[in-house]
């Protein structure tokens, strides 16, 4: 098996095995890394200058997460926009061949709303004395 079908053979059944879903994604993405590193390797960049950058573009895709992150408990919002926005982002997530038949049960205001007080809990533990 060529070295590169192999990587993204693992990638696919590592993602398979701790999420359940987005084998699709993970190997597209891989697959697109792979090509543009190929590309720099035929250049005679080293594999050490690959690496580097590549923990670099990683570091600055979490950044960037964690720039366009909402802070649901911060937000200033109304409590129905804030549901709304919950009921989006779970509607999102469950768009995944294993829960989408069930995504509107999931995303109906009476199981949000309880995740929603579930997530503020959670939360607010952490800051108090006991």
Do not use: C, Y
């Not at 701790?18 to 190929?38: M, P």
């Amino acid at each position: 098996m060529h070295p590169a079908a192999r990587i993204l053979t693992d990638i696919a059944r590592s993602q398979d095995a701790e999420v359940g879903d987005g084998t699709t994604s993970v190997v597209v993405l891989a697959g697109e890394i792979l090509k543009e590193v190929r590309d720099l390797v035929e250049q005679g960049v080293s594999s050490q200058t690959i690496i580097k950058g590549l923990r670099r573009a990683s570091a600055m895709a979490v950044n960037k997460v964690k720039e366009i992150a909402v802070d649901m408990l911060d937000a200033a919002d109304s409590q129905e926009k804030k549901v709304e926005t919950l009921r989006r982002l779970a509607a999102t997530a469950m768009n995944s061949k294993l829960i989408k038949r069930n995504s509107d049960f999931f995303t109906k205001s009476e199981i949000i709303l309880p995740a929603a007080a579930i997530t503020t809990l959670v939360s607010k533990a952490d800051e108090m004395v006991l």
